[in-house]
C-alpha cells in the first residue's frame, strides 16, 4: 500500500506564533514609548525612524528566515515554477514574506493586495494594531505623526534586499490619519 503525503498549503501556525512573540505589536508600541519619554517634540521624528527602521530590518530578515524553515506546499510549488519557467521572483516571493510579517504581528487573517503585476506589488494595512498600540500607550499626537511607518518601509526594504531584487523600491502611497489605512507600494523596475 501507497502511503499518501500530507502537504500543508497554509502558513506554519507556529513560524506565525514566533514572529508575533518577537516582534508583537504591543511591545514595540510599549518599548517606543519608553524611549520617547523626555525627548523634545524635535526629537520624537529622528527617535521613530531610527527606532523603527531597526525594528522593521529585524523583523523583514526573520520574515524571511522563518518563512524558508517553514515551507508550506505552496511556497515550494511556487519556488520550482520560478526555477522550472525562469519566471522573475518579484512580486510574487516578497508578497509571501511580506503577508507572513504582518499575519504574524497584526489581528487581520489576510493581508488586501490591492495591486499584484510584475511592475507593483500594492497592500494595505487597515486597522493596524501597531497604530492602536502607539496610541493607547502614547497618545494620539504621537500615533498621528506616524512614526510606525518607518517600520513598515524598512520591513519591505530589508525583503527586497535579502531577496536580491534590483531596481526595486519601496515607499508609503497612503497613512491612517489621512486615509483611515496605509498601502505601501513596491515598484520594480525594468532591468533590461
Known amino acids: 500500500m501507497i502511503q499518501k503525503k500530507e502537504y500543508s498549503f497554509e502558513l506554519h501556525e507556529g513560524m ?22 523626555g525627548k523634545s517634540a524635535a526629537d520624537l521624528s529622528e ?21 524558508e524553515t517553514y515551507m ?3 511556497y515550494e510549488i511556487m519556488k520550482e ?10 512580486p510574487l ?9 504582518y499575519l504574524g504581528v497584526q489581528d487581520f487573517a489576510t493581508l ?21 498600540e502607539i496610541i493607547r500607550n502614547c497618545g494620539e499626537e504621537t500615533a498621528r505623526l506616524m512614526p510606525c511607518r518607518h517600520g513598515c518601509l524598512a520591513l519591505c526594504r530589508a525583503i527586497l534586499t535579502d531577496l536580491e531584487i534590483k ?10 490619519p489621512g486615509q483611515g489605512y496605509c498601502e505601501f507600494t513596491l515598484l520594480k523596475k525594468s532591468t533590461k
Not at 527617535?47 to 518563512?67: A, M, P
Not at 515554477?81 to 518579484?90: A, R, S, V
Not at 516571493?93 to 510579517?101: C, L, S
Open 16 to 37: 506565525l506564533d514566533i514572529i508575533g512573540r518577537e516582534f508583537g505589536a504591543e511591545e514595540i508600541a510599549r518599548r517606543f514609548c519608553e524611549a520617547m519619554q
Open 47 to 67: 527617535l521613530g525612524e531610527r527606532f523603527f527602521t531597526g525594528y522593521g530590518e529585524k523583523w523583514g530578515h526573520r520574515s524571511i528566515e522563518l518563512g
Open 72 to 74: 508550506d506546499r505552496t
Open 81 to 90: 515554477e520560478l526555477d522550472q519557467t525562469g519566471t522573475p521572483i518579484f
Open 93 to 101: 516571493v516578497p508578497q509571501r514574506f511580506i503577508e507572513i510579517a
Open 112 to 132: 488586501p493586495i490591492i495591486e499584484n503585476n510584475s511592475k507593483r506589488l500594492i497592500f494595505r494595512v487597515e486597522d493596524c494594531k501597531t497604530y492602536r
Open 167 to 176: 531596481g526595486a523600491s519601496e515607499e508609503i502611497t497612503a497613512q491612517i
